[in-house]
């Protein structure tokens, strides 16, 4: 079975912090991706990679970073965190360039005070 | 860039009875297409997805789903609901090319009332 994992459920954090959001897939899938989702909106991508430290902007990277060391992990940076990021945050990862399946992680929820 | 539209935000129904949640995405080329669903506090789960071959596919718990390419549609339907289904619903399009690129609806939140 494929496993996404996140490194926290919920998440409180106060505005001008820095965040690190951790992303963990087992599969060796080479692309993996960042998502926010927020009411009425669906999910929108904030940034993709389709191979280790390659990069790619989403739809909404403004106030975000990614980094990609290692191909299994896919980190998302909140340089100075604002509380328009309060938001559900959701990472995928998947095999390309087909275009299949995304396998998701359970979200983490962010709280920014 | 593709988009996708949902165009029931809300899908209340009563147990048992059939359900067909709408989907319409815009690009008549080769696309690649599934629905996902998210229960509560949880992430997305692949329900089911077509590649190509027959148009209509079958998914997990008990759902369908029929790609129209003429009017650019993937609807997915269930013949008869049950409490457990009451959750998020999102159709999606993806792009095949390197990164592999998702476009997502906004959701259908379905609400099967007893």
Same mark, same amino acid.
């Given at each position: 079975?494929?496993?996404?994992?996140?490194?926290?459920?919920?998440?409180?954090?106060?505005?001008?912090?820095?965040?690190?959001?951790?992303?963990?897939?087992?599969?060796?899938?080479?692309?993996?991706?960042?998502?926010?989702?927020?009411?009425?909106?669906?999910?929108?991508?904030?940034?993709?990679?389709?191979?280790?430290?390659?990069?790619?902007?989403?739809?909404?990277?403004?106030?975000?970073?990614?980094?990609?060391?290692?191909?299994?992990?896919?980190?998302?940076?909140?340089?100075?965190?604002?509380?328009?990021?309060?938001?559900?945050?959701?990472?995928?990862?998947?095999?390309?360039?087909?275009?299949?399946?995304?396998?998701?992680?359970?979200?983490?929820?962010?709280?920014?005070? | 860039?593709?988009?996708?539209?949902?165009?029931?935000?809300?899908?209340?129904?009563?147990?048992?009875?059939?359900?067909?949640?709408?989907?319409?995405?815009?690009? &008549?080329?080769?696309?690649?297409? @599934?629905?996902? %669903?998210?229960? =509560?506090?949880? *992430?997305? $789960?692949?329900?089911?997805?077509?590649?190509?071959?027959?148009?209509?596919?079958?998914?997990?718990?008990?759902?369908?789903?029929?790609?129209?390419?003429?009017?650019?549609?993937?609807?997915?339907?269930?013949?008869?609901?049950?409490? &457990?289904?009451?959750?998020?619903? @999102?159709?999606? %399009?993806?792009? =095949?090319?390197? *990164?592999? $690129?998702?476009?997502?609806?906004?959701?259908?939140?379905?609400?099967?009332?007893?």
């Amino acid at each position: 079975d494929v496993k996404v994992t996140q490194s926290s459920r919920y998440l409180v954090k106060r505005t001008g912090e820095k965040v690190f959001l951790e992303c963990v897939q087992d599969m060796d899938h080479e692309n993996m991706f960042w998502y926010r989702q927020d009411p009425g909106l669906g999910l929108r991508l904030i940034y993709f990679s389709y191979d280790v430290k390659m990069k790619e902007k989403g739809d909404i990277p403004e106030g975000y970073s990614v980094s990609r060391e290692k191909k299994e992990r896919f980190s998302l940076i909140l340089e100075s965190a604002s509380t328009n990021q309060t938001s559900m945050y959701l990472c995928a990862s998947g095999w390309g360039p087909s275009g299949e399946t995304q396998y998701f992680g359970p979200g983490t929820r962010l709280l920014v005070l | 860039a593709q988009s996708v539209t949902q165009l029931d935000s809300q899908v209340p129904v009563f147990e048992e009875a059939p359900v067909e949640l709408r989907c319409n995405y815009s690009s &008549s080329v080769s696309v690649y297409l @599934f629905w996902y %669903v998210q229960y =509560p506090n949880q *992430g997305l $789960q692949l329900l089911l997805k077509y590649l190509s071959g027959s148009t209509l596919v079958k998914g997990i718990n008990g759902f369908e789903a029929e790609f129209n390419k003429s009017q650019t549609s993937f609807h997915l339907r269930k013949p008869s609901v049950h409490i &457990s289904d009451t959750a998020e619903y @999102f159709c999606a %399009v993806s792009d =095949p090319s390197p *990164g592999n $690129q998702f476009y997502f609806g906004t959701g259908t939140s379905l609400t099967v009332i007893p």
